[in-house]
């Protein structure tokens, strides 16, 4: 059986993209702290700290990790920050495992848990009443993202 859908297309799109950064905004979710700039020395490639800043950059904008979607105007402006020259690294190099590991350090970073089963379970008893209630689905996902924000937990892709 086909899913519902929830989002109109447009908007799960949105939904699936990195948020688009004024220059402010930029400056404001990829600056680093002390902490993160000395971990940053520790990785091996240019390539993994422009990815972690990145992808750190977009998660404290939206509680959220994007799949290896960085927009250009992003990556010219940390690869700057970061001392290097935009189009030196190579965002392809970017290894499945050490995006993993890179979004358990920010998660750890932030306070945040991951959206794992105990995450979940809570979840679906806060949205239960709205269940059975027969609430619009896209008044249930946006209530369940708000739970999910309050409760310091990464939200996951609109599909699982």
């Given at each position: 059986m086909p899913r519902m859908p929830i989002l109109p297309p447009a908007e799960y799109a949105t939904f699936?993209?990195?948020?688009?950064?004024t220059p402010l905004e930029r400056q404001r979710f990829f600056d680093l702290s002390p902490s993160l700039e000395h971990l940053l020395s520790t990785f091996r490639t240019p390539t993994n700290q422009l990815c972690f800043v990145l992808t750190l950059g977009?998660?404290?904008?939206?509680?959220?990790?994007?799949?290896?979607?960085?927009?250009?105007?992003d990556a010219i402006y940390v690869a700057r920050q970061l001392g290097g020259l935009p189009g030196m690294v190579d965002l392809r190099a970017y290894e499945d495992t050490t995006a993993r590991r890179h979004r358990q350090i920010m998660l750890d970073h932030?306070?945040?848990?991951?959206?794992?089963?105990?995450a979940k379970h809570h979840l679906l008893t806060e949205i239960h009443s709205l269940i059975r209630s027969h609430a619009r689905p896209k008044?249930?996902?946006?209530?369940?993202?708000?739970?999910?924000?309050?409760?310091?937990?990464?939200?996951?892709?609109?599909?699982?």
């Open positions: 699936e993209t990195p948020p688009v950064f977009y998660f404290k904008a939206t509680h959220r990790f994007f799949a290896r979607q960085f927009h250009d105007s932030l306070g945040f848990q991951a959206f794992e089963d105990p008044a249930i996902f946006l209530h369940a993202l708000d739970i999910l924000a309050r409760r310091k937990t990464a939200i996951p892709r609109a599909y699982l």
